[in-house]
């Protein structure tokens, strides 16, 4: 079954650094997406990205955080300098087409920033 | 603001009971709604959706109501196993904008079946 992968699973830097997270989407996806969770909290919308632009974001996506699709595969999230509360569960999420609401996940990268 | 909230963080469940968990939302414009699972050290796994049009919807062993009137949101869960525990997320589709159709979920039911 075809699945949204992310890598790494664990992602550890430190605070100023900058990262980059990694994400796979389905193949046949038109639509994609990142979301964080922090823990113990709820999953918050990041970013959506259509059509090799970011189509809505949300307040937390600041100018620190920026998203790429550098070819026909990977959707990536970069956060150029980390801070402490950056630390969270970063899901990546991909969608077949306007049709089809359904968002699948991948299995999150945990970020932690020391 | 608009929120996705859940009346019950914890629900603990004999094993081959039906399950019912619960979510209201506050947007009355969401045209959309869904449950994920999440169990630990995974990602949010899509269970069932429904849209605003519709007031019922059933799968296998699952069936999601939407009561538009009071904004309410349940998930039921029949005949429950061990491999239903997991935190149950509901999430509506909250975008104002067509193509962005971002998700706000709610904060989760953790279901703990009991053998």
């Known amino acids: 079954e075809p699945e949204v992968t992310q890598t790494p699973s664990h992602q550890v830097t430190q605070m100023g650094q900058e990262v980059i997270l990694h994400c796979v989407p389905i193949s046949n996806h038109l639509y994609f997406y990142w979301y964080r969770q922090i823990l113990g909290q709820k999953v918050e919308f990041l970013v959506s990205f259509y059509n090799n632009e970011i189509s809505e974001k949300s307040e937390i996506f600041d100018d620190q955080f920026s998203v790429e699709r550098p070819d026909g595969s990977n959707f990536t999230l970069k956060i150029r300098s980390t801070k402490l509360e950056d630390s969270a569960m970063y899901f990546c999420a991909s969608r077949e087409s306007v049709n089809r609401n359904i968002q699948y996940f991948g299995a999150g990268t945990r970020l932690s920033v020391l | 603001g608009e929120s996705v909230g859940l009346h019950l963080p914890t629900l603990s469940v004999q094993e081959g009971d039906n399950s019912i968990i619960n979510c209201a939302y506050s947007?009355?414009?969401?045209?959309?709604f869904i449950w994920y699972k999440q169990e630990s050290g995974k990602g949010p796994q899509f269970i069932i959706d429904?849209?605003?049009?519709?007031d019922k919807r059933q799968g296998q062993r699952v069936t999601v109501l939407l009561n538009k009137t009071v904004k309410h949101l349940s998930l039921q869960i029949a005949a429950t196993q061990p491999g239903d525990s997991a935190v149950y997320f509901c999430a509506e589709n909250s975008s104002t904008l067509g193509a962005g159709n971002k998700l706000t979920f709610g904060g989760g039911t953790r279901v703990l079946v009991k053998p």
């Open positions: 429904i849209r605003s049009n519709m």
């Open positions: 947007n009355s414009a969401s045209d959309y």
